[in-house]
């Protein structure tokens, strides 16, 4: 039961990361219509920055003091310098491409993926090291319930994940901007007619969606400390399942990424704790990639428009 | 009724009546279909016996190298530049068929041959064959092939299961699976266990061997044998199978699935069959080049090379190449094999410099260097050909 | 003589709207059908239905009194159904000749190892093939231009062309949805003896999609009005052309002692 339990917690946990990601695919993908492969990067780059403004203001090491407004003034800035990051992406990379066919822009966009990923791996820049996050929030545990211990990291990226994910929600549904947003999601061109300014509706998206990776990179790097060298697998990995809880919850409906996100962290950690006592040791849990892999399959082959998403047919 | 069609002939006649009166020959036919076999075995053959005396050890091995991508290159062409689909687990099938053909060749020489070690001749001789002093050819110039054909089948069996997808999947999605197929051959190949010795092979089941290969440590210990023969005869047979399957109706079928599904399909076109197909076709091909690439001198076999980079190492030679276009992807194939061997002293750039190349590319030329045509069909090539008649 | 296709009773809707309702339409060998009527009628709906684009709701489609309903587009080409499109789908970026060739894929004996291994009989089919398809052009006068890139040609070309390709998969019934949308007069008028030839030469049934009613009355036997997916007239031109409820389709409601 407390094995349950703390699975349980580590998914809910793991799992608003996920949905976090997936916010920002999805806001892309309704409004533009193709996978911004390099949105994964930019989460990877969130915790990076997290780690590089944190050592740059003498928090690692003998000054580290863990303290909650430090590590919001570290996220803010790893938010504000992925937000710049993302409104050079689509203006550079993809906005030549706005009227191109969507496989140019999704070989472009794996363009600018390879391309963050190693200028990020250069020598002059974060290296090929692994590097180990300093500690910024305190280790506290809140509470214990059923054997389970709740720590502060836990609950808040639970908490952010809500209010950022609550924030993004009005924005979309309740602003100014989100209505132009939805308006370019349905028919650019018919929007652009309306006075909607459709290039800064973009710039828009990209800017909060990359605002969310960093958010969910640096809650990552606080939860699991170690950062692998930019280029590595795992971060293309987490973006890919990340993309995959998009899918899953219907690409293009932001409520769809929450969804997915939970149900992806969900698969993940039962199919990581569970894996091994179960097939008595036969199955790993390196499977789990194989349990996401699956679902992705499965959910396409059922519903591909994704479990709250709905289906677009080609007009003839 | 008075108003019935007129029963005048038709003015052209049926395709099936012409074809039978414009069928040539079978010796004729024969002749031009095995004139380019016989021309590409006869390279291989020069290759085998004077790339060593000519370029030297080293670059005989990048030549190897070249070939293997060549492989890879036109292969993947197939389902991204004729299809028009986006596949991103290239190196997925790569690796099955490398792990396919090691298994073979290393637990298949055990079994006939009572060791691991290398026991071909001097088709499969990887150094200077005038210094071979073993018998001409051997068992092991027959387990080879067989192994790569193994490795390709395997692959393109694993290649009919990806495609399948494809029924349902358009664009994007379709290369999210295929990335996540990439990933699922990696690690359960990651999962299996140490490769067994020669003294601790003897004895066990060959379906307990499945899983002794090599684990993240890689699959050490493999006999070389990918040789400048087999390489390029691999080669030749690609490039003539790309080719032939391009400009036959069949392929113009692919191309057509490509440019609009809609139509294609109104035409009778079975979109599905030919997008599945494309996928088995270069899945095979792909197996193929990672038989030989699993066996190549200087290479360790191990899953976490054949990830997304690999992947994306080939579609960047197809999009460079032009989608569609053989010579485009060989011409890209070799550029961008020798281009990282000159600039290795500054290696860490080499893949910001792909990534913007990718980058401007789709900017400002998206069809790639020759687009959907060969080299021979450019303006230049064209003129000389038609003594400057052409427009 | 029999009926090839037999069409009764479709009917599709979109959500609420219905596309289609209780759609009929019988061909006759040799005929030249017209089916008219203003946007958004419904008639690019009814092709999609005859093609297998769309799955109607209710009814029956039969050709040669085998059922289309629930084949896929390509099954129902190789049953010998053609179409062209209004918004006109080539192959863009293959040779014009390459377009005529894919359609005659339908009616060629091809396989893979023939293809790989050049075999004598897979050199006649292609060798047969590219005459056929030559030929095929030069009946549309496009055979100069066999080399050209099919985006490249005008835009009355690439219609003809998109003809030309549909009549290589060598077809009992073409459907042509505006095959003469954006020609000027004179184009039209050699369109239409085109269709007649066509018509007579391949024995083939047409059913003919167009806006110009002029054109329509001027070539089809019989004409079918359909508007907002009901059928409100069918027969010859001459009577449909004075039928009230044709009129007020297009033209709207009559005033009160209008003169008719």
């Known amino acids: 039961m407390t094995t349950f339990l703390q699975t349980l917690m580590d998914a809910i946990s793991v799992g608003s990361l996920y949905a976090l990601i997936a916010l920002g695919y999805t806001m892309v993908y309704g409004v533009l219509r193709f996978i911004n492969f390099a949105h994964g990067d930019v989460f990877m780059l969130g915790a990076w920055f997290s780690f590089w403004v944190t050592t ?83 280790a506290t545990t809140l ?139 036969y199955i790993t849990g390196e499977f789990k990639e194989i349990y996401v892999f699956a679902l992705l399959i499965l959910v396409l082959l059922v519903k591909p428009s994704g479990i709250l998403g709905r289906l677009t047919v080609e007009k003839v | 009724m008075a108003d019935s069609p007129t029963t005048t002939a038709r003015p052209i006649a049926s395709i099936r009546a012409r074809t039978l009166q414009l069928t040539p020959p079978r010796w004729v036919a024969f002749c031009r279909g095995a004139a380019p076999i016989v021309i590409g075995v006869a390279l291989a053959v020069l290759l085998q016996f004077y790339a060593n005396r000519w370029f030297g050890g080293y670059r005989e091995k990048i030549l190897i190298d070249i070939g293997i991508n060549i492989i890879l290159a036109v292969s993947l062409n197939i389902v991204n530049g004729y299809t028009g689909q986006f596949s991103i687990g290239h190196a997925g099938f790569m690796a099955v068929g490398a792990y ?171 979109i599905t069959r030919y997008k599945v197909r494309a996928f088995v076709i270069a899945a095979f091909f792909a197996g193929v080049a990672g038989g030989l690439f699993a066996h190549e001198i200087g290479n360790m076999l191990n899953a976490g090379e054949l990830g997304f980079l690999k992947s994306f190492d080939i579609i960047i030679m197809v999009v460079l190449g032009g989608m569609g276009s053989i010579s485009g992807a060989v011409v890209a194939a070799i550029v961008l094999t020798i281009l990282p061997e000159a600039l290795r002293s500054v290696s860490e750039f080499r893949m910001i410099a792909y990534a913007l190349l990718l980058i401007v590319m789709m900017i400002a030329r998206p069809q790639g260097l020759l687009g959907i045509h060969e080299m021979w069909d450019l303006p230049y090539f064209r003129r000389r050909r038609t003594g400057g008649k052409t427009a | 003589m029999s009926t090839l296709l037999d069409i009764s009773g479709v009917s599709l809707s979109f959500g609420g709207v219905k596309a289609v309702s209780d759609f009929a339409l019988k061909l006759n060998p040799g005929n030249l059908q017209g089916l008219i009527g203003p946007n958004g009628a419904g008639k690019t709906t009814v092709f999609n239905l005859i093609t297998g684009v769309y799955r109607p709701d209710a009814g029956a489609i039969a050709l040669d009194g085998r059922p289309l309903i629930g084949l896929p587009p390509h099954r129902i080409a190789q049953a010998g159904v053609a179409r062209t499109f209004q918004n006109i789908r080539l192959f863009g970026n293959l040779s014009v000749l390459d377009n005529v060739r894919v359609a005659c894929h339908l009616r060629a004996h091809h396989s893979i190892t023939g293809a790989l291994l050049r075999t004598a009989r897979h050199l006649g089919g292609e060798l ?121 389709a297009y033209l709207g409601e009559p005033a009160d002692g209008a003169v008719r």
Request: proline fraction near 4%; aromatic fraction near 8%.
């Open chain 2, 100 to 270: 396919t053909a090691g298994f073979i060749m290393y637990y298949g020489s055990f079994w006939l041959f009572g060791d691991t070690q290398f026991h071909g001749g001097i088709l499969s001789a990887t150094t200077d064959p005038r210094g071979l002093h073993g018998p001409g050819f051997s068992g092991g110039d027959l387990l080879f092939p067989a192994a790569l054909i193994a490795g390709g089948l395997v692959a393109a069996l694993f290649g009919f299961i990806v495609g399948l997808p494809s029924l349902r999947l358009r664009g994007d999605y379709l290369a999210i699976v295929t990335l996540g197929f990439g990933e699922i051959v990696r690690v359960v190949i990651e999962t299996t266990g140490t490769v067994l010795a020669g003294d601790e092979i003897g004895g066990q089941p060959w379906y307990r061997l499945l899983n002794r290969v090599g684990g993240p440590m890689g699959f050490g210990g493999l006999p070389i044998y990918a040789s400048s023969f087999w390489v390029w005869v691999c080669v030749a047979a690609t490039v003539l199978a790309a080719y032939r399957i391009k400009a036959s109706t069949m392929g113009r079928a692919f191309l057509a699935v490509r440019e609009n599904e809609i139509a294609a399909a109104s035409l009778g076109v079975p």
């Open chain 1, 143 to 281: 509470a214990t319930v059923a054997g389970v211990n709740i720590t502060l990291i836990d609950v808040i990226i639970v908490a952010g994940s809500l209010v950022l994910m609550g924030v993004l929600d009005r924005l979309v549904y309740r602003s100014r901007m989100g209505m132009a947003m939805r308006a370019v999601a349905f028919d650019p061109h018919t929007a652009s007619l309306m006075g909607v300014n459709v290039n800064r509706t973009v710039s828009a998206t990209f800017v909060a969606g990359s605002m969310l990776a960093a958010a969910a990179g640096f809650l990552y790097a606080t939860k699991y400390p170690n950062l692998n060298q930019p280029a590595f697998s795992t971060w293309t990995l987490l973006g890919l399942k990340a993309f995959i809880a998009a899918v899953v919850g219907g690409i293009g409906n932001i409520r769809g990424a929450m969804v997915g996100g939970l149900l992806i962290g969900l698969i993940e950690q039962f199919g990581v704790a569970y894996s091994a006592p179960l097939s008595h040791g």
């Open chain 1, 56 to 138: 740059k203001f003498g928090w690692a090491g003998e000054g580290a003091h863990p303290s909650i407004p430090r590590a919001l003034t570290v996220m803010a800035i790893a938010m504000a310098l992925c937000g710049l990051l993302g409104y050079l992406i689509e203006r550079l990379a993809y906005r030549p491409l706005r009227f191109a066919p969507r496989l140019n822009v999704l070989i472009t966009a794996i363009g600018v993926s390879l391309l963050l990923q190693n200028t990020g791996q250069l020598k002059y820049v974060f290296g090929t090291e692994n590097q180990r996050m300093p500690t910024l929030l305190p």
């Open chain 3, 128 to 248: 047969a093939i590219e005459r056929h398809a030559h030929e095929l052009l030069d009946i549309f006068n496009l055979g100069f231009r066999a080399d050209e890139l099919a985006c490249n040609l005008p835009y009355g070309d690439q219609r003809r062309l998109e003809i030309a390709r549909a009549l290589a998969t060598d077809p009992k019934v073409l459907l042509l949805d505006e095959p003469a949308a954006g020609m000027n007069t004179q184009e039209k008028r050699r369109l239409a003896e085109l269709i007649h030839f066509i018509r007579d030469s391949f024995r083939l049934t047409i059913l003919l999609i167009d806006h110009d009613v002029g054109l329509i009355m001027g070539i089809c036997d019989t004409i079918t009005v359909l508007d907002h997916g009901q059928t409100i007239a069918v027969g010859p031109a001459c009577d449909v052309q004075k039928d009230p409820k044709v009129i007020e």
